[in-house]
């Protein structure tokens, strides 16, 4: 009888001993999760503590004007997936700064640049503060005077830069020199598509969509029928689109059905002759301002950057206190073929940056 009421004695001992342990257990775990909570919040999950990067962070880098809802749509899509959204950044050298006074412990993953811009006119997004509009060779110009802050070290070998916008992976000279520009000892990687990204589509919140393009002098259409015509020429191989039926149409009525949006492109020249010996040119028609682009190498190469044929712009001149001002104007076209499934049900590709398909990695 003694030896048993020895034997419970310890095991019930022992069983005090492991209910201790585990509550001293649980309460560690506890405080560890209360210790950490801010800096989960900050971080995304990983396989790793190597790993370990911020949460996605997206910069909107403009604002809607009249109906227009692009940004808008933007925000609402990259809110719903809990990203840090940043507003008010209008140029390179705003985000650098944005990105090197933010910086913690952990790199930037993913930093998304959100840009509803003309593809002929490269980014709708400024090189400095007030500076140049981003394109290939006015970025260029601003690194080498060296007017954009250099990053902090806030990458890692994973870190993206990843650039939603109309027709930006073929860019290619922009691409280079935006990596250039995120550069840290680590060097990024860019991703960008080559088609059209839409925000707050009809059918679904983010899409893509393929671009097909004509263009006329601004306010000298030849008309739809003739339009029609010329851009079937321009894209025989696209069977699928009724090219008069796409360029009367505003909008998707149903999931993947072409449609048109427009805008227009500008171009502006100016000559100095203040005290100058040059001869000030003279025009009377249009053709003679095309004359003198097309036998001026610098001037020729400024308009076939924007892809415009030069006799697709209206052009304009004015001379006033010993300037010249060359403009034109061309109106765009911009037959858009969402981008669909090609199997099963009727419905939109999902923009998956990580498909090499939808988007170019450099």
């Not at 507003?87 to 998304?112: F, K, M, Q």
């Not at 263009?215 to 008309?223: E, H, K, V």
């Amino acid at each position: 009888m003694k030896r048993r009421i020895k034997t419970i004695a310890i095991a019930i001992g022992m069983l005090m001993l492991t209910g201790n342990f585990v509550s001293c257990k649980k309460g560690k775990t506890a405080r560890e999760i209360l210790q950490n909570q801010d800096k989960e919040l900050a971080i995304s999950n990983a396989v790793s503590d190597k790993n370990v990067t911020r949460k996605p962070v997206v910069f909107v880098t403009g604002y809607d004007k009249n109906e227009a809802s692009f940004y808008t749509a933007a925000i609402s899509y990259f809110a719903n997936k809990q990203y840090q959204i940043v507003e008010g950044a209008y140029s390179i050298e705003e985000i650098i700064e944005w990105l090197n006074s933010n910086a913690s412990e952990y790199p930037y993953g993913e930093i998304h640049i959100v840009n509803n811009n003309l593809p002929q006119l490269g980014l709708d997004l400024e090189t400095t503060v007030n500076g140049k509009k981003l394109n290939d060779q006015a970025l260029k110009e601003t690194m080498e005077n060296g007017e954009i802050p250099a990053m902090k070290n806030v990458l890692n070998e994973d870190s993206k830069i990843i650039v939603h916008g109309n027709g930006i992976a073929k860019m290619t000279g922009l691409i280079s020199d935006l990596k250039n520009t995120f550069e840290t000892d680590k060097t990024p990687q860019i991703v960008s598509s080559p088609y059209f990204t839409i925000f707050g589509g009809e059918f679904t919140d983010h899409y893509l969509a393929k671009p097909h393009y004509v263009f006329y002098p601004t306010a000298n259409s030849p008309g739809k029928v003739d339009l029609s015509k010329e851009i079937a020429r321009k894209y025989p191989n696209e069977k699928e689109i009724e090219w008069f039926s796409a360029l009367t149409n505003e909008r998707e009525r149903y999931v993947g059905e072409p449609y048109t949006i427009q805008y227009n492109v500008p171009i502006e020249f100016k000559f100095s002759y203040k005290n100058s010996d040059e001869e000030i040119p003279y025009f009377t028609m249009q053709e003679e301002i095309m004359d003198l682009i097309a036998n001026d190498e610098d001037l020729a190469k400024k308009v076939k950057e924007t892809s415009i044929p030069i006799e697709k712009f209206r052009w304009k001149w004015n001379f006033k206190d010993d300037e010249l001002t060359i403009k034109g104007l061309s109106t765009v076209l911009c037959v858009l073929k969402p981008i669909i499934k090609p199997y099963g049900d009727l419905e939109h590709v999902k923009p998956d940056t990580s498909n090499k398909r939808l988007y170019a990695m450099k």
